[in-house]
């Protein structure tokens, strides 16, 4: 419910207007590299497929996405000019602390970029530069606003480096995020149809599946994620045109498929494969977008710009875990074998 408050102080902290405040030397440093790479664990890691897209497609650099525990002892062989991208909510992340030593000891010269959402933590200490994520404390255990307050200021960074590369783009992006936030604020004004469908679907299920094509396929990552980690419902995403290649076995009568379709360009595709799993008894529920929707899909989004409707379409599944959660009995904010700083 704080998501909505979190991206007007990401607005208001990072917008003059139509200008653009963030420091300079940090867009220069991350405009002239040859290739980014993006550093996270769990949700900071989904939220980092997200940003790839933006960096790529808006900005025109070059961008990779890597697990931070798996990056410390196997580090990939780099570009001439790298810059490093470090997504973390406390600041704190071992796994991060582990790339930024290892690195270091590499190269002296690489630059590192923190997103935080805690000023003067360690990593926002020891990295060169650090964009503040603005989302005030986010004290459950699941990553909820700090997940959305990371995509929509990577969102920025890209904007800013799509200007001073004097790249085209078809929409005003301070714009777009205030209509976001408008529409979280929707979905949460209408959160008793996420309730009534997770009472029927999900509260008696070992399993679930998520699936979704390009973004919806990133935001299906992070909504398994959210409901395997507060529920302990064995959920997996996957992409949808993957399913035929081996996953369809796992459908069997009664087992939940939760599809997202944002994107017209590809709706029709998972669409397809939302009567494959049907076929073979699974319970389907469809979130789509307005302009991908069809009659009978059990929940529609307020239409917003396409790029960024992740930010958007993750809120419905995170109140799907929220509900799971809760009518299971369990607690929500401190779910089992999980901690985390803050």
């Not at 904007?159 to 001073?164: G, N």
């Not at 993957?242 to 998972?270: D, F, M, R, Y």
């Amino acid at each position: 419910h704080e998501q909505v408050g979190a991206m007007r102080n990401i607005i208001s902290h990072y917008f003059d207007g139509h200008d653009v405040n963030i420091n300079s030397e940090i867009i220069n440093n991350v405009k002239d590299a040859d290739r980014l790479y993006i550093i996270g664990c769990g949700t900071s890691y989904n939220a980092g497929l997200v940003g790839r897209n933006y960096f790529e497609k808006w900005a025109g650099i070059p961008t990779e996405v890597h697990l931070a525990s798996e990056f410390a002892y196997n580090v990939p062989l780099l570009s001439k000019k790298p810059m490093f991208i470090f997504l973390s909510q406390s600041g704190e992340t071992a796994d991060l602390r582990a790339v930024l030593t290892k690195l270091r000891s590499v190269n002296a010269d690489y630059k590192f970029l923190v997103l935080t959402n805690v000023d003067a933590s360690t990593l926002s200490r020891e990295c060169d530069y650090t964009l503040l994520l603005h989302a005030g404390p986010e004290i459950a255990v699941a990553s909820t606003k700090a997940y959305t307050a990371q995509i929509t200021v990577m969102a920025v960074l890209a904007e800013v480096l799509r200007r001073t590369k004097g790249r085209p783009q078809t929409f005003d992006m301070s714009h777009e995020l205030a209509v976001i936030a408008s529409a979280i604020e929707g979905v949460l004004d209408e959160k008793s149809v996420v309730k009534e469908l997770v009472d029927q679907n999900l509260l008696d299920t070992a399993n679930a599946f998520y699936i979704g094509r390009h973004l919806d396929y990133y935001v299906a990552m992070e909504a398994a994620l959210k409901l395997k980690e507060i529920s302990y419902v064995q959920t997996e995403s996957f992409a949808a045109g993957e399913l035929k290649h081996g996953t369809i076995a796992l459908i069997e009568e009664g087992t939940p498929v939760i599809a997202l379709l944002s994107e017209p360009v590809v709706a029709s595709h998972t669409r397809g494969n939302i009567e494959e799993v049907k076929a073979r008894g699974a319970k389907t529920m469809v979130i789509a977008m307005e302009g991908s929707e069809r009659e009978g899909d059990d929940i529609v989004l307020p239409k917003v710009q396409m790029e960024l409707a992740p930010i958007l379409s993750v809120v419905v599944t995170q109140l799907i875990a929220y509900y799971t959660s809760l009518g299971k009995g369990l607690d929500v904010d401190k779910p089992r074998n999980l901690a985390k700083s803050v």
